[in-house]
């Protein structure tokens, strides 16, 4: 099935009941996704739609406070925190020259690590204690939101790994305590007049291995198709979005795709979006799996971790970071 012809749609629904043979028939449909197009949506995948709405109110109840209060809880070196309005530029594009930054504000939750984990204590990098605003019931909200969806992301990884014609338990280690990251972004109007140049978030690849996008109402986001047209990805009711990165790129050998995307927000009203980016656990070594090699194929990346790849990657986007250094 698809949306608009392009983008298709993978029902999960008999996958997650077990039924027999949809595991298989998912993992192919999706390797046809990130093959093809790199975006497709998810249907019947068992988040509430009460608990999505929540988190979105949770999100413009944070974006609502005064600049001072959230800025005490600006962005760190663990990338969590809040990002203010152009705090970044994304200067890491493949997809164009990027100088301006981006017209969105946005907040970074992470996993809930306790003040006494030792990664913590040992302040090891991106592994810290979140940075939480002074609202009432938003830590719980959240972090229930995000409880929900570690769970679907480590149900999805089995039909990654099918669909790289992989045992079905392939990724289960290495997505067994993975890193996250919830961005809850709020992008204001932009009017028409607007400079083509200036964008709510630039044309731009993820660097995650998926990322998992909200069901939003409010039209935004567009992706950027192979013959280089940019296409307007449909509202579809109770829908996530899921698309690869830079280190899916690195994980497949280039097989699946890091395809570009952008958001500007015309819809005349505030706009948020609720993003949940997944990678693998902090130290495993992210390298082409067996299935993305050949004598004629050797790997195209050198082997990487999490930690690596995102410190150079923070370092050339945070504007934030950079004046704090």
């Given at each position: 099935?698809?949306?608009?012809g392009t983008i ?228 579809i009711p109770d ?87």
């Open positions: 099935m698809s949306a608009g298709p749609i993978i029902d999960l629904g008999p996958t997650l009941a077990g039924e027999p043979g949809a595991l298989q028939q998912a993992a192919g449909q999706l390797r046809h996704a990130l093959t093809e197009i790199g975006f497709y949506f998810i249907v019947n995948h068992g988040i509430p739609r009460d608990q999505i709405r929540g988190v979105y109110e949770q999100a413009a109840r944070f974006h609502a406070l005064p600049l001072d209060e959230k800025m005490r809880i600006r962005i760190d070196k663990h990338n969590v925190g809040y990002l203010p309005m152009k705090g970044d530029t994304l200067r890491t594009s493949v997809v164009q020259t990027v100088t301006k930054p981006n017209l969105n504000e946005a907040l970074f939750i992470a996993r809930d690590l306790p003040a006494d984990h030792p990664d913590v204590i040992a302040d090891k990098r991106f592994r810290s204690a979140n940075q939480w605003p002074e609202l009432p019931g938003f830590r719980d909200s959240v972090m229930g939101y995000c409880d929900a969806m570690e769970r679907l992301v480590q149900k999805l990884v089995r039909l990654y790994a099918v669909a790289l014609d992989l045992p079905p338990v392939w990724f289960d280690a290495a997505f067994q305590d993975f890193q996250y990251k919830l961005r809850m972004t709020h992008y204001p109007p932009q009017p028409e007049t607007t400079p083509g140049d200036e964008f709510g978030i630039a044309p731009h690849t993820d660097t995650s291995f998926l990322t998992v996008l909200a069901p939003n109402e409010v039209p935004g986001l567009a992706i950027r198709k192979r013959n280089g047209e940019w296409m307007d990805a449909p509202a829908a996530f979005v899921v698309n690869g990165g830079q280190l899916l790129l690195r994980w497949t050998n280039d097989r699946f795709l890091a395809t570009p995307h952008r958001a500007i927000n015309r819809s005349g009203g505030e706009r948020y979006a609720l993003a949940f980016f997944c990678d693998a656990t902090i130290d495993w070594p992210i390298a082409a799996v067996p299935t993305c090699v050949a004598p004629d194929k050797p790997p195209i990346y050198p082997t990487t971790t999490y930690t690596d790849y995102m410190v150079a990657y923070q370092k050339r986007t945070y504007d934030l970071l950079q004046a704090a250094e």
